[in-house]
């Protein structure tokens, strides 16, 4: 697919990274409502499957390889989600949005190891720009007094996870199998939850203020967002992927600042255009891309020659 016709793929992981960006106002709010991470999560990722079946029931016969590699990514997402949310139950909503999106940085120091290839330079200059927009809008947070515990620390390795899942699954899916790897995720991810189920003391949502936070991280934040990122994934590289969904803190600051959780200060608005820029930077198609590489790679060339 030309660059051009990465247009639509590119917004898909735009929705996706509003609605990542959401889930953390929506669960700090179930949690508020008494609501425990496990009980969130055995609701949230059971409707997400149960909703995939069904849609993609014709697609649960595929290869074995492409069974091992849905099981895998599901394995390598929802031990992320569940790290995030745990973590979420600790850390503030816009705190945990920013950790989680650091992700983007493991994302550009894996890829060339793990598919044996570089990263374009104009990703590493989105890349810087996306860090310093995440530590300005951080800066807002809590006047600037982050403490990195419990929470934050098991949100860190759950970024490293959605990290290694973003890698992973550019390298496997491809557009014949998005609805194969997507139903697999999504299974793996329920038959996980349902295992943990007599050990949660789990009951079902008793009223519409519970329900509807499961309903819109089930289905919308489950399905539609993971359908959304895999067949975008199918067309977009993982590291230019990863960068798009990091815009997800400023939509958590946009949708924390909307449910009247967070102010609007000027380290949103300067974090947020950074980290907008950057995905601009990355996912825009033209000749400003290919003067930021061929800039990039003329200052590795001098500082090469300095060496030398």
């Not at 509003?18 to 949230?44: N, Q």
């Not at 993982?238 to 967070?262: D, H, K, L, N, Q």
């Amino acid at each position: 697919m030309t660059s051009s016709h990465r247009f639509l793929p590119s917004v898909a992981l735009l929705v996706a990274a509003a609605a990542w960006g959401s889930t953390v106002v929506v669960a700090k709010g179930a949690y508020e409502s008494s609501m425990t991470p496990a009980h969130l999560l055995i609701s949230r990722l059971t409707l997400t499957a149960l909703c995939l079946l069904p849609a993609f029931l014709p697609h649960l016969r595929m290869k074995r390889e492409t069974r091992v590699r849905g099981i895998i990514l599901g394995l390598i997402f929802n031990t992320g989600l569940v790290l995030q949310m745990v973590g979420l139950e600790h850390t503030p909503p816009s705190l945990s949005g920013f950790i989680t999106a650091s992700y983007v940085v493991f994302t550009a120091i894996l890829t060339p190891l793990i598919m044996k290839q570089p990263t374009p330079g104009r990703t590493w200059i989105a890349v810087s720009l996306t860090l310093v927009g995440i530590g300005i809008l951080a800066l807002g947070n809590d006047d600037g007094n982050v403490d990195f515990g419990f929470g934050a620390a098991i949100t860190l390795l759950g970024a490293v996870l959605f990290a290694l899942h973003i890698i992973f699954l550019g390298r496997w899916v491809e557009p014949e199998t998005v609805q194969s790897l997507t139903l697999m995720q999504a299974l793996t991810g329920a038959m996980g939850m349902l295992c943990f189920l007599p050990f949660a003391d789990y009951q079902l949502p008793a009223t519409w203020d519970l329900w509807w936070p499961v309903l819109y991280l089930g289905i919308f934040c489950g399905a539609v967002t993971l359908f959304l990122q895999s067949w975008a994934q199918s067309y977009v590289p993982a590291t230019t992927s990863a960068v798009i969904m990091c815009s997800e803190p400023m939509w958590a600051a946009v949708f924390a600042i909307w449910a009247g959780m967070e102010e609007l200060t000027w380290q949103v608005l300067t974090g947020g255009g950074l980290v907008v820029a950057a995905l601009l930077l990355t996912a825009w198609p033209g000749r400003s891309a290919s003067f930021l590489d061929a800039l990039v790679e003329e200052l590795r060339s001098r500082r090469a020659h300095r060496g030398s």
